[in-house]
């Protein structure tokens, strides 16, 4: 079972997640779609493709740094996309995909795509997408 501080950054995280992916040009078709016991974080549309988004967030103590390549270096170690999102993991969200594509008889491209959103004490966020981020269905 979840704490409420988990819920809500992970609330808080999807939601920056959204308006960073409705920024751009992204359609949500939905959030926190359940497919059997497998659940998709957010689902989004845009002119080629389906995206089924991931969405990790995280707290930091860590005070922004001035040098903005000092910190990206360091955010880039705190979160590579390959140990927030493992093999059974991605595996559920693809059979969750080809499930739901298949119920709304939609016929593109799905994209499997991770959006880690990390928040700082001082309120500031900072959201990195990354598109593809592994094996894609092509319908």
């Not at 950054?9 to 779609?33: D, H, I, P, T, Y």
């Not at 001035?66 to 493992?86: D, I, R, T, W």
């Not at 709304?104 to 959201?127: C, M």
Request: net charge positive; hydrophobic share 40%; proline share 1%.
């Amino acid at each position: 079972m979840k704490n409420s501080g988990t819920l809500c950054k992970g609330a808080m995280g999807e939601e920056c997640a959204l308006q960073f992916l409705l920024s751009k040009n992204m359609v949500l078709l939905g959030r926190n779609v359940r497919i059997g016991h497998k659940e998709v974080d957010l689902v989004m549309e845009d002119t080629s493709a389906i995206h089924f988004v991931e969405v990790k967030s995280c707290f930091t103590a860590q005070r922004i740094k001035s040098n903005v390549a000092e910190y990206q270096s360091s955010y880039n170690a705190l979160f590579s996309p390959g140990s927030k999102v493992g093999p059974q993991k991605r595996q559920n969200l693809m059979r969750a995909a080809d499930s739901f594509l298949r119920s709304k008889k939609i016929d593109k491209n799905a994209l499997f795509d991770i959006v880690l959103v990390n928040f700082e004490r001082s309120g500031a966020y900072f959201v990195e997408f990354i598109e593809d981020a592994f094996n894609a269905v092509t319908r």
